[in-house]
């Protein structure tokens, strides 16, 4: 059968079918629009002395329309599937391996970050990517990952949600690019370094407009937090899994304080985030002879991770080696699928491209 793609070595064309048949799927063509006119060459004289020059000019002409629209477009790269196949080794049916940068170029982070149930993940599976994963990504990943890093800030400077987390990203952020940079020509950097000096500017920049962002008072005339019960307003702290949102709810009212304060709370929080072998490592006592769960906390903390609570997570399928979004699913054999779904972390999703 013959190869359908332009190159011999191409897998050929991406085909959909429709009621009409199948036909040929071209990726984003529409954003281009009328763009393409202006790229073309004029045409060349029909001289046969020409041909060559011709030839010469196509390809000349295919590559600035190839820049035309990778230095135009800010959208992440469109996929039909929101999925990919997690393979990690060449096999009789399958050749090649797939990598971080693939998949993250896949799954669409940046429609996931408008969920809300889903920004939290994502920012954490930005963070470590700039911690250690940052210089293993492809140059397309990379520019999707700053693309989508974009959208994160000026998300979080329009609505002023999350700051607290997006700061702590472009601080490990601007950690790494530091150390890259200095350290050029000893480690692998993809481009061109001033790239990466503008990358490094622009994070700056974002982190001196998070650093001023004043969130304005919000006036209601409705009810509000402070008008519920005491027995209510405890009930909401205590469905709290972070510790920093506690003390930042005690410190909007008194009473919010007195109960943020409450030793009870900060005990089912060490509950929750430690193991009891863990609590009998590092007790500390109160003046009185009480064990003091705050202090313990924050002690644990430094010696523990604390678990990691997200409102919607990637999926691995442990029969099809698929990975994907829950809402968008994948076409799975299994004859129960449900059971053959893990939940992926973020540490998780790294470590599934660590070969």
Not at 33 to 52: A, C, P, Q, S
Not at 227 to 247: E, G, R, T, V, W
Not at 255 to 266: A, I, Y
């Amino acid at each position: 059968m013959p190869f359908l793609g332009q190159d011999w070595r191409s897998p050929g064309w991406s085909w959909i079918k429709t009621e009409d048949g199948w036909k040929r799927f071209e990726y984003l063509n529409h954003m281009l629009g009328d763009n393409i006119n202006e790229l073309t060459l004029e045409e060349l004289d029909n001289d046969k002395e020409n041909v060559y020059v011709g030839d010469v000019c196509e390809i000349a002409a295919k590559k600035r329309k190839k820049d035309f629209f990778n230095n135009n477009t800010k959208s992440q790269f469109f996929f039909q599937e929101r999925w990919i196949y997690v393979q990690k080794e060449s096999t009789r049916e399958r050749h090649g391996y797939c990598t971080l940068g693939e998949a993250f170029n896949r799954l669409d982070f940046s429609s996931a970050i408008q969920d809300v149930r889903r920004f939290n993940y994502v920012v954490k599976l930005l963070q470590l990517i700039a911690k250690s994963q940052l210089t293993s990504l492809s140059g397309a990943a990379q520019k999707n990952y700053f693309n989508v890093l974009e959208k994160i800030v000026r998300k979080v400077l329009d609505d002023h949600h999350n700051p607290r987390l997006i700061k702590a990203l472009l601080n490990d952020l601007s950690s790494t690019l530091c150390i890259l940079i200095r350290e050029v020509g000893k480690c692998v950097l993809i481009g061109n370094i001033n790239i990466w000096v503008c990358r490094l500017e622009t994070i700056l920049n974002w982190q001196q407009q998070l650093n001023s962002l004043q969130i304005p008072k919000q006036v209601s005339n409705g009810m509000t937090l402070s008008d519920l019960p005491l027995h209510m307003q405890n009930n909401i702290l205590f469905k709290f899994s972070d510790a920093c949102d506690i003390i930042n709810m005690g410190q909007t009212t008194p009473t919010l304080h007195m109960l943020s304060e409450d030793r009870q709370l900060w005990k089912k929080l060490c509950q929750f985030h430690f193991a009891e072998k863990q609590f009998c490592r590092h007790l500390i006592l109160s003046e009185k002879g009480h064990v003091d769960w705050k202090l313990m906390f924050f002690t644990l903390q430094k010696y523990y991770p604390v678990k990691e609570q997200y409102g919607d997570t990637l999926q691995f399928c442990r029969h099809c080696s698929i990975l994907f979004w829950n809402d968008s699913g994948h076409p799975c054999t299994a004859n129960d699928p449900d059971s053959c779904l893990t939940p992926v972390s973020p540490q998780h999703f790294i470590d599934l491209f660590k070969f």
